[in-house]
């Protein structure tokens, strides 16, 4: 018995995962609830446990991107998976013992390679079949060059994805859509021609020793093209493809030998102008990498946000010395007493909250032709992970004292550190605060956390002279940017939002009594 094993629900607005890495081989034996692989949504990166015990066949590869309820892998319960091993068996042996004619008069019959044109790139759904190199009938070899096909952005060669006799299907100038059928290999051609001539039997047999690992050490076509101009030789690479290939990701990421004695020896002055440009010292390699499942899911909602809301920014100055010596003068008490160290962060969310309450629409936002409004202050922190940007959120931020603030910001933090943040966790927010300060940014516009309507963004402390009482004295500044969508927050509410919260913050005792 089979167990087939889908993509789980993972949240409301979560239609596909993408396939992060595999734990286990094709093949392998698992147990249940044993972790197979990880699963990356635009929000989170979850684990994904064995629903049976047995033998693993992998459906959806690593980087694939699955919908909801798509099918990722079966596991073959034992008994039928050890039943194909001694069909396996027999099926060597009698290659061994007879290799003539009866085995060459299954093989054409059971294996056509259909060969479909290959995704070339995002932005292009057709090519052009531009020449056949192999003419219909020919016998081709796996990774044989075949054909050459024009793009609107390169010409790439096609190489034979079998060994065996080749059949065209589309001819020379046709235009093909990405996945159309080009040709088909007839697989088991190779035998029943050799069993026309007798002279080459032992060559016969040496192939079926051979085919096995006939990948290893040999490199795919776009790595053969990379190492030819890197000066490298594909027999000197360990390959990580299947069976040992030499992927066109090896050939990226070789090392070029160095030759430095070759600009020496350029003899005309003619020639001599030309090692200018050989001169540039230091490594020029490029290297790609597939955006991930967050990265893709981010950039189409910031450009979202851009496009669909009226975006404005107004800025103010903090000065920061009241909650500094604040901080100075009760850190240690309050970590003894809590815990947990006492941050800027509480400060600013318990004065966010604050503001909130007294301007709601700021803490409002759109749903259609309406305007939605919270009773309630969910305060999502931006917090830099390591596949991203995250937001998690405190939930009822106005009711929490300092030392829970703190608490929760710790424990969240972790979480996103770790990759280890629910969706619960970070969904539902009505207002965001961001830090850039911490990376060293004095100023920046941050961009609304959709559907929300407004974002606060925090900026790095500078100690500056400012006039203070008539006096030029060195103070410790920070500007705050607030960026809110004015289609629903006007300006008068959007600037005293932000005097509001620069009161509360020079003033901190003001959060204690609520004035």
Request: glycine share 6%.
């Amino acid at each position: 018995m089979s167990k087939e094993m889908r993509v789980p629900t993972v949240g409301e607005s979560i239609s596909e995962v993408t396939v992060g890495q595999w734990f286990k081989k094709d093949g392998d034996q698992v147990q249940l609830d044993e972790v197979l692989c990880e699963l990356e949504s635009d929000k989170a990166t979850f684990e994904f446990p064995a629903e049976a015990s047995g033998t693993l066949l992998i459906k959806a590869k690593e980087g694939e991107t699955v919908e909801i309820g798509g099918l990722i892998c079966v596991i073959e319960a034992s008994a039928t998976a050890a039943a194909p091993n001694p069909v396996a068996a027999a099926a060597v042996v009698v290659p061994a013992a007879a290799p003539a004619a009866p085995v060459a008069a299954a093989n054409p019959a059971s294996s056509i390679k259909e060969m479909v044109v290959p995704t070339v790139g995002e932005s292009i759904t057709e090519v052009t079949l531009a020449n056949w190199i192999k003419k219909d009938g020919d016998q081709v070899t796996l990774d044989e060059i075949i054909a050459d096909v024009d793009s609107d952005k390169a010409t790439f060669e096609l190489p034979a994805e079998a060994t065996g006799i080749l059949r065209h299907v589309a001819k020379e100038g046709d235009v093909l859509e990405i996945g159309g059928l080009i040709c088909r290999i007839e697989v088991g051609g190779t035998a029943s021609a050799a069993a026309n001539t007798p002279a080459p039997a032992a060559p016969v047999a040496a192939p079926t020793t051979t085919a096995e690992n006939y990948a290893t050490g040999h490199a795919s076509p776009a790595a053969s093209k990379i190492l030819a101009e890197k000066g490298i030789d594909s027999a000197t690479l360990a390959g990580t493809g299947k069976d040992g290939r030499v992927t066109k990701e090896d050939a990226m990421t070789a090392s070029a030998p160095v030759a430095s004695p070759a600009p020496a020896t350029t003899p005309s002055p003619a020639v001599s102008a030309a090692p200018v440009v050989t001169t540039v010292s230091g490594a020029r390699a490029v290297r790609r990498e597939k955006m991930s499942s967050l990265r893709k899911t981010v950039s189409r909602r910031l450009v979202a946000v851009k496009n669909e809301t009226a975006m404005l920014t107004t800025f103010n100055e903090v000065n920061m010395k009241p909650i500094m010596d604040l901080r100075s003068k009760f850190k240690d008490q309050f970590k003894e007493k809590h815990g947990v160290g006492l941050g800027f962060m509480s400060f600013f969310t318990k004065a966010v909250c604050v503001a909130l309450k007294e301007w709601p629409a700021v803490n409002a936002q759109i749903d259609g032709n309406e305007m939605v409004f919270h009773d309630f202050c969910d305060i999502s922190i931006a917090v830099s992970a390591p596949k991203g940007l995250v937001v998690p959120v405190i939930r009822n931020a106005e009711n929490l004292s300092f030392d829970q603030i703190e608490k929760e910001i710790v424990r969240l933090a972790g979480k996103a550190r770790d990759n280890k943040l629910s969706i619960e966790e970070m969904t539902g927010g009505t207002f965001t605060i961001t830090n850039g300060g911490v990376f060293g940014s004095m100023m920046s516009t941050p961009i609304i956390n959709a559907p929300q309507s407004a974002i606060l963004g925090m900026h790095n402390i500078v100690e500056r002279p400012i006039a203070e009482n008539g006096q030029v004295v060195i103070r410790p500044m920070m500007y705050l940017a607030l960026s809110y969508d004015h289609r629903i927050i006007d300006g008068r509410e959007s600037v005293s939002f932000l005097v509001r919260v620069k009161q509360l913050l020079e003033d901190p005792t003001r959060l204690m009594f609520g004035v």
